[in-house]
């Protein structure tokens, strides 16, 4: 009997002496956790985190993790192993973003849009409403497809058309929408019609200027040529003539695909430079997620 009951409060003195322990190891691995993003030491925290999570697992703990995979510019593996929380609207709202923004950074645009494309408007929480519309916009301005985003503004000015952000920026957008993008297409066949004039039309008037020279001093030189009855030299110059007139066209199409890309970049630029870029750090109480 005496025995018995001396086991039985070993028993449960060990398991008050291993909890307390535990306790003690949880308190300063959490205190390190903190010590090291604010440090930015994102792998290290990543590794801490996983040691924590032996005896901790929660929600907010796992999205914070891959937070930290994502400021360490490991967006693969947030697309491949995170998962959509839905734990709470909150939760959900936060884990989306995270994995939209992970296909933003890795260029996947399209990707990136279809992530929140069903999240209706009327049922976000009013403080987050611009948010989704300034996460949607993004990609959809890099892509240049400015359909949808006259889309986007139409479904969310009616909650939102009194937001001061909300309206620069769907003046912004508008102005973009009627300022246009240079067709590719037509500035090629530009240059197909007069040398140069696609990259002229696309901006670029110099590439222009020696496009249209290098085309019409070749064929020029070579009916200069071929009227002095040096028909073997006039037959080279109008070689280079053709070879150089392809290359006008060819270059007149990427002149105009070059341009749209400096334009969307620039617009992009425009936008983060106004609201900032997605930091997913902000959408979390790091204090929260340990208690």
Same mark, same amino acid.
């Given at each position: 009997m005496i025995r018995g009951?001396?086991?039985?409060l070993f028993l449960l003195i060990s398991i008050n002496l291993f909890a307390?322990?535990? %306790?003690?190891?949880?308190?300063?691995? /959490? %205190?390190?956790?903190?010590?090291?993003? *604010?440090?930015? *030491? $994102?792998?290290?925290? #990543?590794?801490? /985190?996983?040691?924590?999570?032996f005896t901790e697992r929660n929600s907010e703990l796992e999205y914070f993790k891959y937070i930290?995979?994502?400021?360490? +510019?490991? $967006?693969?593996?947030?697309?491949?192993? !995170?998962?959509v929380d839905l734990s709470s609207d909150e939760m959900r709202y936060n884990s989306l973003f995270l994995i939209s923004g992970s296909y933003f950074k890795k260029g996947m645009y399209?990707?990136?849009?279809?992530?929140?494309?069903? /999240?209706?408007?009327? %049922?976000?929480?009013?403080?987050?409403?611009?948010?989704?519309?300034?996460r949607r916009v993004e990609p959809l301005t890099l892509l240049g497809d400015s359909a949808n985003i006259k889309d986007e503004i139409y479904k969310s000015e009616l909650l939102i058309s009194d937001d001061l952000n909300f309206v620069k920026l769907r003046e912004a957008l508008e102005l973009y929408n009627k300022a246009g993008l240079k067709s590719k297409e037509c500035s090629a066949i530009m240059s197909a019609i007069i040398p140069g004039s696609g990259q002229i039309y696309s901006g670029y008037y110099i590439d222009g200027i020696i496009s249209f020279l290098s085309v019409a001093a070749c064929a020029a030189g070579g009916l200069y040529m071929y009227e002095k009855g040096h028909k073997g030299v006039s037959y080279t110059l109008f070689f280079f003539s053709g070879l150089? $007139?392809?290359?006008? #066209?060819?270059?007149?199409?990427?002149?105009?695909?070059?341009?749209? $890309?400096k334009t969307l970049q620039d617009r992009y630029k425009? /936008?983060?430079?106004?609201?900032?870029?997605?930091?997913?750090? +902000? !959408? #979390?109480?790091? +204090?929260r997620v340990f208690y």
């Open positions: 009951i001396s086991f039985f307390d322990k535990n %306790k003690n190891f949880n308190k300063n691995e /959490i %205190k390190f956790i903190k010590e090291l993003y *604010r440090s930015e *030491r $994102y792998f290290d925290c #990543i590794a801490e /985190i996983g040691k924590l999570q930290n995979y994502y400021l360490a +510019e490991q $967006y693969s593996t947030v697309i491949f192993n !995170y998962k399209h990707e990136s849009c279809e992530i929140l494309k069903d /999240i209706e408007y009327n %049922k976000l929480p009013k403080d987050l409403v611009f948010t989704m519309f300034l150089f $007139y392809g290359g006008n #066209i060819y270059s007149a199409y990427n002149a105009a695909e070059k341009g749209n $890309y425009s /936008i983060t430079s106004q609201y900032g870029q997605y930091n997913p750090g +902000e !959408y #979390i109480d790091i +204090e």
